[in-house]
């Protein structure tokens, strides 16, 4: 049987489907599109995928990925620097940063607790934001891991093992979404709608 994708396409083809939520078809889409591409495009895509492992480390004092070492936002110091929020990944830093409306510091934990998938506190920065908490005085840490169930329960944790340090710890709320109807959310989102509900 003769092969349809030359083997340079298709080595593509696997390297692009290691991306979450690409599946085949979809990663054949894109390494076609890039085939159409200019050599100097296509060249441009590689030098800067390879350009991420040499120059992009992550910072020594919050763990998120950045070409300093700290980090631009742990060296401002007009950022308030008595107060943390943790959150999951890097990615949902930028989702932060993007919004302007926190002016505080940063601690990425890099995953969540999940046991099955054999990732317990060793492998989480939990140790090293304890530490940050006596070191730095830290007078409020922001839980701010996702709702999903590993979330919950990273934050629960997290919660457990900074009660002790006597830190101010609050959780961001989750509820119904901007444009939702009502009828339409989960009875999960419905419960923490209600129980972390303000006053107006």
């Not at 690409?22 to 441009?44: D, H, N």
């Not at 492992?53 to 950045?66: D, L, N, V, Y």
């Not at 943390?84 to 510091?105: Q, R």
């Not at 070191?135 to 944790?157: C, F, H, Q």
Request: hydrophobic fraction near 40%; charge should be positive.
């Amino acid at each position: 049987m003769i092969q349809a994708i030359p083997p340079a396409l298709e080595r593509l083809i696997k390297n692009l489907m290691r991306f979450p939520g690409i599946g085949e078809k979809s990663a054949t889409r894109m390494a076609l599109q890039i085939l159409r591409w200019p050599p100097s495009v296509a060249k441009e895509l590689g030098a800067s995928i390879q350009e991420l492992h040499e120059k992009i480390g992550i910072c020594s004092r919050c763990f998120t990925f950045s070409q300093e070492d700290p980090c631009k936002i742990c060296s401002m110091v007009e950022r308030n620097q008595d107060v943390v929020c943790v959150v999951e990944e890097p990615g949902d830093l930028v989702a932060i940063e993007k919004t302007g409306s926190f002016k505080g510091l940063y601690h990425v934990l890099q995953g969540v607790l999940a046991p099955r998938e054999g990732i317990g506190p060793d492998e989480l920065r939990i140790k090293e934001l304890l530490e940050r908490v006596r070191k730095e005085g830290l007078k409020e840490i922001i839980i701010a891991t996702s709702s999903t169930v590993a979330g919950e329960v990273t934050a629960s944790y997290l919660s457990d093992a900074l009660r002790a340090t006597g830190v101010k710890i609050t959780r961001i709320a989750c509820g119904i979404p901007m444009g939702t109807d009502l009828k339409y959310a989960d009875q999960m989102t419905l419960k923490r709608a209600l129980e972390y509900r303000t006053s107006l």
